[in-house]
């Protein structure tokens, strides 16, 4: 392990850290063998609740895993809301961190908002989620002052990448809220958008992931692909952006 993810599991070693394998129901036969590169700690942060991070951290484990990594993900948001809904193993912090660092290749954390500085500077990857909307467009300006203030401390990290949820392109507001985004962010938005579809509530609600419930839906496809683009396991390259 790298000093950066002994730095965090550091922080995730509290009382009532959850960690969920949601990767392993996904068939052996789908897994891609690649050259194992080490564990990745992905950071889910937001400064507006309700974007739809939970469901995305959940569901983004599963995409991972169809694309041949293997992948978990942890709660360290204080309200355990991913931990309520989908359940939690490996409760002792010491036998969870060593089991992760050993058997997984992408880690993706849960956090609350706002996010703890803790993941905001020592996490390998940061996605911040927004939805197309003017709450998460005005929390813009913030959130990219305060990752100055933590991430910036080394310039080994990468920056942080933004991903859009729950898009329709119906929506003018939408399209407007994007395009603003994409002009003040640049590269740093994802590529990849999450466009609004039913199935992924719903399976939320049900407490089961889009993929089981709803494969051939739209956020299923919009995961994937969201799994391709940011490439993260056995075998990836990490590339830090700028502008």
Same mark, same amino acid.
């Given at each position: 392990? +790298?000093p ?18 949601f990767g392993? /129901? ?6 891609? +063998? ?6 990745? +700690? ?5 400064? @507006? ?11 983004? @484990?599963r ?24 359940g ?40 911040? @989620? ?21 991430r ?56 089961r ?11 299923? /496809? ?22």
């Open positions: 392990m +790298t950066d993810v002994r730095n965090l599991l550091r922080h995730l070693r509290v009382p009532g850290l959850a960690y969920r394998d392993a /129901a996904a068939p052996g036969s789908i897994r891609r +063998t690649q050259q194992r590169q080490g564990l990745v +700690t992905v950071g889910l942060v937001s400064l @507006v609740a309700g974007v739809g991070r939970t469901a995305l951290c959940a569901n983004l @484990v995409a991972f895993a169809l694309e041949g990594a293997r992948a978990g993900a942890i709660d360290v948001d204080p309200e355990g809301t991913l931990t309520a809904m989908f939690a193993e490996g409760r002792d912090p010491s036998t969870c961190i060593e089991h992760l660092a050993l058997e997984r290749d992408v880690l993706l954390v849960d956090t609350g908002s706002p996010p703890p500085s803790d993941v905001l500077s020592e996490a390998d990857e940061l996605l911040v @989620v927004a939805r197309p909307d003017a709450a998460s467009l005005s929390a813009v300006a913030k959130m990219e002052e305060l990752l100055v203030r933590t910036m401390r080394s310039w080994r990290k990468p920056r942080a990448r933004w991903l859009i949820n729950a898009f329709d392109g119906r929506r003018r507001a939408d399209r407007e809220a994007l395009a603003a985004m994409r002009r003040g962010l640049r590269p740093r938005v994802l590529a990849t958008v999450v466009q609004e579809d039913r199935a992924l509530q719903d399976a939320f609600l049900a407490r992931l889009v993929h089981d419930v709803a494969p051939g839906s739209q956020a299923v /496809a919009d995961l994937e692909a969201l799994a391709r683009e940011l490439h993260w396991g056995r075998g990836s390259e990490r590339h830090a952006w700028v502008d």
